[in-house]
């Protein structure tokens, strides 16, 4: 596609719940990405994939979260049991080969 | 972690003024971006500069990197209020992953 896609723009979901938040890259780029950003932060990496393979997870938090590539197109990044200091926007970001990195425009996650 | 930290945490200036903003980072590096953030959202990509490279322009941007003191900075000239956003580094050691740190708030007044 013309940029990096991500689905839903906004999440909104109870404690204990478990949600799927989706990252569509751009085409051919081989490296995908999942940040996570608290309010006044800067992003902080999760999982870096390269092609169907997380190549580094060492920002995932705990094993709440896991994000798969089945493809090594689009990504899901999984959450179960949410909790309230999960509340974030999540951002995703393809690049080629370790150029620029281009970021969608985020789903922002709202634990209630 | 974050790697970088950006210097000022906060600018504000009038527009027409040039923005200077300052990115500290601790290891060596591959490269280096610049982004762009509106409303917290989206990141906008900048401008990269390779550890090759001492300096990149792009329009109204202009990027130094100085290896030896871990450095780099962003300079916008003849700022306008579009330009308001929060402003961020990240590096890459190489390992494909990249290390933002913690943005600086630009604010240009009309």
């Known amino acids: 596609g013309a940029g990096v896609s991500q689905t839903p723009s906004n999440k909104v979901t109870e404690k204990g719940k478990y949600v799927e938040l989706r990252c569509d890259p751009i085409s051919g780029h081989t490296a995908l990405y999942w940040y996570r950003q608290s309010l006044g932060q800067g992003p902080e990496f999760l999982i870096y994939?390269?092609?169907?393979?997380?190549?580094?997870d060492s920002g995932l938090p705990n094993d709440r979260f896991f994000a798969v590539r089945p493809e090594g197109s689009v990504s899901t990044l999984k959450i179960q049991r949410t909790e309230r200091g999960d509340s974030a926007v999540y951002l995703c970001?393809?690049?080629?080969?370790?150029?620029?990195?281009?970021f969608g425009q985020g789903t922002r996650l709202t634990v209630v | 972690s974050q790697q970088g930290e950006e210097d000022p945490q906060a600018l504000s200036i009038q527009e027409g003024e040039n923005a200077t903003m300052n990115c500290s980072y601790k290891t060596s590096i591959n490269n280096l971006q610049w982004y762009r953030q509106n409303s917290g959202r989206g990141l906008v990509h900048l401008i990269l500069i390779r550890s090759n490279e001492r300096e990149k322009h792009s329009g109204r941007l202009r990027v130094t990197l100085d290896t030896s003191k871990k450095s780099s900075s962003l300079l916008i000239t003849a700022s306008r209020a579009a330009d308001t956003a929060s402003y961020f580094c990240?590096?890459?050691?190489?390992?494909?992953?990249?290390?933002f740190g913690t943005g600086t708030r630009l604010k240009v007044l009309a």
């Open positions: 994939f390269q092609g169907t393979g997380a190549a580094d």
């Open positions: 990240a590096t890459d050691a190489g390992t494909y992953k990249y290390i």
């Open positions: 970001a393809s690049s080629f080969q370790g150029g620029e990195a281009f």
